[in-house]
């Protein structure tokens, strides 16, 4: 678990330089600007269509050789845009290159996870999700704040390079780290599956629900900030407020282990993000009690991701986790268009958008435990 740590905060670190360059250069260059990166943004979700049959039908087995072969496309694609660099069209169609194999890492990653956590019991696997949580969070808010600092060392396209050059190391790194799951494990996992397509549609669902909360508070963070007269930095200290959020809530949930019972984090979710609710309604300034709100979204956000994926593991064979994110990564973009669309007949109450995603979440979860402790009853009459 610790080289999976490890290369994992390494790819969220560079994936952070990464996407900051990209995007800055799309906005700020000649022939680009707002619509260049709407279309870009547009066109970096609708990769995730085209992952789950690339998990389905694989050849490559293992979280840790899928990681390799994706991180691999990685440094690919950044040469590619390095050399068309200078012309942004060119640079926008290789983003959507890109962004397959960014997606088809978000599964490889979860499969390789669970590999590593093959045969731990519930407490373990919350102490080294919420771990490696909070590790890739802490590391994605850093990479973007030394993007600048390298651009002033070198030109960006060489910054590219380099990134694509290390992405290549970890790449190699991670093909020395594979460690295949217990057959009889898995075996036993998939079997006990077979007729739990419900469980694995709420787990579908409740994955699903985690880039539509990104993506609307993405989306919403400017506009709400230009309204109120705020600045780009104001956008920035929010957003990092979010990730800190995240942060905290991974470092809290991985010293608070022993407790079996989570039904407290679902209680403190929702508490958290209804008085987040509150704040943004009735406090009609815009700063401090915005910046305390985001925090509270970031912590209940954070705590459903790091219990989501404890339990999907505790549930799940390494291959079917796999191939459940990368179909709610696919469905998600159907949910996130739905909710910007509908937020144009209520623009001035977007911001909602994300709290109330994440309420979905928690009772989605509620779900999840419902039916699973409704799984566990016969099987432990029986035993």
């Known amino acids: 678990m610790k080289r999976y740590t490890l290369y994992s905060a390494l790819y969220r670190f560079f994936n952070g330089v ?36 690339l998990i389905r039908f694989s050849p490559i087995t293992g979280g840790a050789r899928m990681t390799a072969v994706g991180l691999a496309g990685v440094s690919l694609s950044l040469i590619l845009i390095a050399i068309g660099y200078d012309h942004v069209q060119v640079v926008v169609a290789l983003n959507f290159v890109l962004w397959i194999f960014f997606f088809f890492l978000e599964s490889s990653w979860e499969v ?12 373990a696997l919350r102490k080294h999700s919420s771990l490696t949580m909070t590790v890739n969070q802490v590391a994605l808010m850093v990479g973007p704040l030394f993007a600048p600092l390298f651009t ?42 077979e007729g739990a397509g419900g469980l694995r549609a709420l787990y579908l669902l409740a994955f699903m629900l985690i880039w539509p909360i990104l993506g609307t508070f993405n989306f919403m963070l400017p506009l709400q900030a230009l309204e ?25 949930l991985h010293r608070l282990t022993k407790n079996q019972d989570m039904r407290w984090v679902l209680v403190g979710a929702t508490v958290a993000v209804v008085g987040a609710i509150a704040i943004w309604l009735f406090v009609p300034a815009f700063g401090v009690p915005q910046m305390i709100a985001v925090f509270a979204l970031g912590g209940a956000f954070g705590s459903l991701r790091v219990i989501l994926r404890a339990e999907a593991a505790a549930a799940f064979s390494p291959r079917q986790v796999g191939a459940i994110v990368a179909n709610a990564n696919a469905c998600s973009l159907v949910l996130l268009a739905a909710v910007l669309a509908g937020g144009r007949f209520f623009a001035s109450q977007i911001w909602l958008a994300p709290f109330a995603l994440t309420l979905l979440f928690v009772l989605a979860f509620h779900r999840i435990r419902k039916a699973r402790s409704i799984q566990l009853i016969p099987t432990e009459v029986s035993a």
């Open 152 to 193: 002033k060392v070198i030109r960006a396209e060489w910054v590219l390079v380099v990134c694509a050059g290390l992405f290549a190391v970890v790449a190699v790194m991670s093909l020395g780290s594979h460690r295949p799951a217990a057959v009889a494990e898995q075996t036993e996992k998939e079997a006990g599956q």
């Open 18 to 53: 990464v996407l900051l360059l990209l995007n800055w250069h799309i906005a700020s260059s000649q022939g680009g600007g707002y619509d260049a990166l709407a279309i870009a943004t547009a066109l970096s979700f609708i990769p995730a269509v085209f992952v789950p049959p």
């Open 228 to 252: 109120h007269g705020g600045s780009m930095f104001t956008v920035g200290i929010l957003d990092m407020l979010l990730g800190i959020g995240m942060a905290v809530a991974g470092a809290f």
């Open 112 to 123: 390789w996870f669970n590999d590593e956590a093959a045969g731990l019991d519930g407490a």
